[in-house]
């Protein structure tokens, strides 16, 4: 099991900038994707952003081209997302995923995990 520990969300006004950080607390954890996601209250999760394990390649929603960055710190195996010129449709639970691999040799296996999620709000 790979846990996953966000930070970073808060309360801002429009215009300004968060930084959300997620750390995977398993050494043997070898992702091959990391990203985030958002949920407003009674609606779907949405996919925002995600980087490669390698932090080479990354993708990212229509909605936060251009203001969203996403970046990884091997070494540390984490993963930012910087965003700029916040909105207030921005607003929701930001969710770390990460997809790849735990263990080594043998024991290894491939799964899915998810952060407990932090709170950004943006207001107008």
């Known amino acids: 099991q790979v846990q996953l520990v966000e930070s970073g969300g808060g309360l801002v006004q429009a215009g300004e900038s968060l930084r959300l950080s997620c750390a995977a607390h398993?050494?043997?954890?070898?992702?091959?994707?990391m990203g985030w996601f958002r949920q407003v209250r009674g609606k779907e999760r949405e996919f925002v952003a995600v980087?490669?394990?390698?932090?080479?390649?990354?993708n990212y929603a229509d909605s936060v081209r251009g203001r969203f960055t996403a970046s990884r710190d091997k070494a540390k195996n984490t993963v930012s997302l910087q965003m700029n010129s916040l909105k207030p449709e921005d607003t929701a639970v930001y969710y770390c995923?990460?997809?790849?691999?735990?263990?080594?040799?043998?024991?290894?296996?491939?799964?899915?995990?998810w952060g407990q999620g932090t709170q950004v709000t943006v207001s107008s």
């Open positions: 980087i490669s394990g390698t932090g080479i390649s990354t």
């Open positions: 398993e050494r043997t954890f070898s992702p091959r994707f």
């Open positions: 995923n990460a997809d790849g691999v735990v263990g080594t040799g043998m024991v290894a296996y491939e799964a899915d995990f």
